[in-house]
T-cell receptor
Framework: EPEVTQTPSHQVTQMGQEVILHCVPI?????FYWYRQILGQKVEFLVS????????KSEIFDDQFSVERPDGSNFTLKIRSTKLEDSAMYFC?????????????FGEGSRLTVL | KNEVEQSPQNLTAQEGEFITINCSYS?????LHWLQQHPGGGIVSLFM???GKKKHGRLIATINIQEKHSSLHITASHPRDSAVYIC????????????FGKGTKLSVKP
């Protein structure tokens, strides 16, 4: 069964460092998303991406965050200057269709620890 | 902003029991998702509903749009069903712009 893959599974970084989290969505999917879950808290929406541009973003997704689809298969989330509060599990998801007909497929997550 | 409330927060059941997890939301939605989060953290989509009822194996999801309420039922529960079950709702934004509940932690004992 096709799946969304995320790397790394766990990354430890120093505060102020740049981090890039990688996602390979399912190959025929067109819609891509990032979410985060701080330990013990709810999952939160970060950003939607379609047709090589951000279609929607949350208040959390400020200027320190960016997303990119550099080569037609990868979908990356970059955090420019990490803060302690960026420590969380980050989930990538993709869907084949938008609207109410496209099922979401999630990756296993990348755990980011900022020291 | 939509508030998503799940109940119960924690649920312990004996193998074979029928389980119900509830989700209520405060503002009209276009779709509701039920998700399963494994102990390792990974998330699997179980259902996406905009009306009525869906069934997949031992899982049944229902939604009442007028009452702003959805339920997830598990029949003949099994220890492998132990996980966190999360309700998430979509308002009028993009498909992935979901508001998530806190989740219900289910533990099924053999």
């Amino acid at each position: 069964e096709p799946e969304v893959t995320q790397t790394p599974s766990h990354q430890v970084t120093q505060m102020g460092q740049e981090v890039i989290l990688h996602c390979v969505p399912i190959s025929n999917h067109l819609y891509f998303y990032w979410y985060r879950q701080i330990l013990g808290q709810k999952v939160e929406f970060l950003v939607s991406f379609y047709n090589n541009e951000i279609s929607e973003k949350s208040e959390i997704f400020d200027d320190q965050f960016s997303v990119e689809r550099p080569d037609g298969s990868n979908f990356t989330l970059k955090i420019r200057s990490t803060k302690l509060e960026d420590s969380a599990m980050y989930f990538c998801a993709s869907s084949a269709r938008g609207g109410n007909t496209g099922e979401l497929f999630f990756g296993e997550g990348s755990r980011l620890t900022v020291l | 902003k939509n508030e998503v409330e799940q109940s119960p927060q924690n649920l312990t059941a004996q193998e074979g029991e029928f389980i119900t997890i509830n989700c209520s939301y405060s503002v009209g939605i276009s779709a509701l998702h039920w998700l399963q989060q494994h102990p390792g953290g990974g998330i699997v989509s179980l259902f996406m509903l905009s009306s009525g009822k869906k069934k997949h194996g031992r899982l049944i999801a229902t939604i009442n749009i007028q009452e702003k309420h959805s339920s997830l039922h598990i029949t003949a529960s099994h220890p492998r069903d132990s996980a966190v079950y999360i309700c998430a709702v979509r308002g009028g934004g993009s498909q992935g712009n979901l508001i998530f509940g806190k989740g219900t932690k289910l533990s099924v004992k053999p």
